[in-house]
Nanobody, 124 residues
Framework: QVQLVESGGGLVQAGGSLRLACAAS????????MAWFRQAPGKEREFVAV????????LYADSVRGRFTISRDNAKNTVYLEMNRLKPEDTAVYYC?????????????????WGQGTQVTVSS
């Protein structure tokens, strides 16, 4: 089992930037596919970005492609989400997830390890 702790959330104006971090403990993230999801009030949790463990290839939701970047530092056992040109509709609790997968997945059901979430609020 791997424990995940997100950080870096906060309040930012539209057009601004934030960098989220997801630090892992308990096991190395080297063989885990890592993803970010988000959940806005009254909405279901939705996929944001994923980075595959094997080749570090990435996949993004249409709503964030070109603005967000997911990356990983296996030496630090940490995954990042760089968020630029933020919009009010990006406001949500952002969750980090880890899974022992053979492909990139956008489904919450495939990830067995989750962090507690970090709040991101974008003001207009």
């Amino acid at each position: 089992q791997v424990q995940l702790v997100e950080s870096g959330g906060g309040l930012v104006q539209a057009g601004g930037s934030l960098r989220l971090a997801c630090a892992a403990s308990g096991r190395s993230l080297r063989t885990y596919t890592m993803a970010w999801f988000r959940q806005a009030p009254g909405k279901e949790r939705e996929f944001v970005a994923v980075i595959y463990w094997g080749d570090s290839s990435t996949l993004y939701a249409d709503s964030v492609r070109g603005r967000f970047t997911i990356s990983r530092d296996n030496a630090k056992n940490t995954v990042y989400l760089e968020m630029n040109r933020l919009k009010p509709e990006d406001t949500a609790v952002y969750y980090c997830a880890a899974g022992l997968l053979t492909a990139k997945s956008t489904s919450t059901n495939t990830y067995g390890n989750w962090g507690q979430g970090t709040q991101v609020t974008v003001s207009s």
